[in-house]
């Protein structure tokens, strides 16, 4: 029987974890691993450029994205510019309107509002043409942005770990690392206090974990210590919605389910300059009114999205290995949520187009692990007028016309990886671990929370508890669709929940016969009593 300490060092190993120093780093509460923010190319000459037009008086426009890591990456960079500046504004773009990135109408706007200076995050670095229109109407442009690039490159200073000169140690921080490591470069410089960079790691944290970019390295770093000023910390716009929708404690798990939704709510159906505004308020007004607008805005796309979704399973037939609808009548603020609903449910890839105000059309996708939706949509890049992302999500815009041709395309590349690689399609239970009922411990649940934050790259630890007899069985919820019961070997009794999944499973729960069991282990104190209980997510 393996003692709690054996089980997390066999899960790090198996995560790329080997040594004693790699293993103390990962599980400390205050860890180190972090770089010199001059290290990414272009940092120097950017932030030379920045304070050089402060000094000189000059006029910044901070231009972000609509989703949470845009919204952040605002934030932060604002925060910092508070310290050296009041001529200074943000600009988020609209999603319905605008789309994602540089675009010339908003750069027209933003000349309108007097600016010199437009200094980016979280997009702009393929936004050649955007840029240059902006220099030939006389403005410099900083970028920093995180994303993928490929061909082309914007023609200015751009700051990004996946620069093609860069020599960065970590190529995956979130838009929001990138702005974080920004202000860390001109706290630097400027000698500005450390506050600026420990009252914004909140923040990082929450864009972090809300772009699912993995929770490892410095991103560990910036998440770990941003949690805990999320808990600690002053920001009252993120405490007050915390409370509305009953966080007592911010974890990853909450960020990624509770905090992220909201923000990304209001870009999807209002504006996300709402977000910014919450989160940069002081006063307790503003703080009230848009928390309660993000509620509004959350409470609007689950219903908008629960339609959507519906009306999007009467055009799968579940027989397809790329699954890409046209779908003229449904919300495009909400598609990328449905495709990636659609993708959990069918283990495919999902694109789904919509309808934008100018006639032409917009694409959100979300991809299986194996399949890299970046390369897919780049092979057939000729088809769009501008399209981004990674290898797990991407969004693109298109004429109308191409549509057919993109069909072709990536049902003909699905054929191909499903004639070279057909185990990409199948589905598979992972776990990390085999687990006997008398290794279910108190101090082993209390010892996987030192592996948070969970997410991407470093998903909850799951478990087997191979051949076991499921006892006494009861049904939970209105319609009994959740479960608890317990299974016992040699006096070893191990507490267990189903959740939703109940009716699906239940001539399993009561054949009395052994079955497998793959869930994770929560740790819970009630009524000042401590309890281990498993989470279970399939039974084989």
């Not at 925060?79 to 750069?107: D, H, Q, V, W």
């Not at 509770?258 to 300059?273: E, F, K, L, S, Y």
């Not at 997410?455 to 499921?470: A, H, R, S, T, W």
Request: aromatic fraction near 8%; hydrophobic fraction near 35%.
């Amino acid at each position: 029987m393996a003692n709690a300490r054996e089980i997390i060092e066999t899960i790090l190993h198996n995560r790329g974890i080997h040594t004693a120093e790699e293993t103390e780093e990962f599980l400390s509460d205050r860890p180190q691993k972090t770089y010199d923010p001059f290290l990414l190319t272009g940092m120097k000459e950017g932030v030379d450029l920045l304070l050089s037009e402060i000094r000189a008086g000059s006029r910044i426009c901070i231009y972000g994205d609509y989703d949470a890591d845009g919204v952040t990456a605002t934030c932060i960079m604002a925060a910092c510019l508070k310290r050296l500046t009041s001529n200074y504004f943000f600009y988020i773009p609209s999603r319905m309107a605008e789309g994602y990135g540089l675009n010339k109408g908003a750069i027209d706007r933003i000349i309108e509002q007097g600016a010199d200076l437009i200094l980016t995050v979280d997009c702009g670095c393929v936004s050649y043409n955007e840029v240059e229109y902006a220099k030939s109407k006389g403005l410099k442009v900083i970028v920093t942005d995180h994303h993928n690039i490929e061909d082309v490159i914007a023609d200015c200073i751009v700051i990004n770990p996946k620069h093609p000169d860069n020599q960065y140690p970590f190529r995956h921080l979130a838009g929001c690392g990138v702005a974080y490591k920004f202000v860390q470069a001109v706290q630097r410089t400027a000698d500005l206090p450390r506050e600026v960079l420990t009252e914004t790691l909140d923040l990082a944290a929450i864009g972090t974990i809300g772009d699912i970019v993995p929770l490892l390295d410095e991103n560990r770093t910036i998440t770990k210590y941003g949690i805990y000023n999320c808990n600690s910390g002053g920001r009252q716009g993120l405490r007050h919605l915390a409370d509305e929708i009953s966080l007592k404690e911010i974890d990853s798990e909450n960020i990624a389910f509770g905090i992220v939704p909201h923000i990304n709510a209001a870009g999807r159906m209002g504006t996300a300059t709402d977000a910014v505004d919450l989160f940069l308020a002081d006063d307790e007004a503003t703080i009230r009114s848009k928390t309660q607008q993000l509620i509004t805005y959350n409470r609007q796309r689950k219903d908008t999205q629960e339609v959507a979704y519906r009306n999007c399973l009467d055009y799968v037939t579940g027989d397809e290995h790329f699954i890409l609808l046209r779908m003229d009548n449904i919300h495009e603020g909400i598609a990328g949520i449905v495709a990636g609903k659609i993708k959990d449910r069918f283990y495919r890839p999902v694109i789904i187009v919509t309808p934008s105000d100018d006639g032409k059309y917009k694409g959100t996708g979300r991809s299986i692990p194996g399949i890299d939706l970046y390369e897919v949509l780049n092979n057939c890049s000729e088809l769009f007028l501008r399209f981004g992302g990674h290898k797990s999500a991407c969004g693109f815009l298109m004429e109308g016309e191409n549509y057919e041709a993109l069909d072709r395309s990536v049902h003909e590349q699905a054929a191909g990886i499903l004639q070279n690689s057909p185990e990409t399609f199948e589905r598979v239970t992972a776990y990390d671990a085999v687990l006997t009922p008398a290794e279910v411990t108190l101090e082993l649940a209390k010892e996987l929370r030192k592996l948070a934050p969970f997410g991407e790259g470093n998903p909850q630890p799951k478990f087997l508890l191979p051949d076991v007899i499921m006892k006494n069985v009861n049904y939970m919820g209105k319609d009994g669709t959740h479960a608890r019961f317990y299974v016992n070997e040699n006096n070893n009794y191990v507490n267990c929940v189903l959740f939703r999944k109940a009716l699906e499973y239940q001539h399993l729960l009561h054949s009395g016969t052994p079955h497998d069991l793959i869930g994770s282990l929560s740790y819970q104190v009630w009524n000042g009593q401590e309890r281990v209980q498993f989470m279970i997510e399939e039974i084989i």
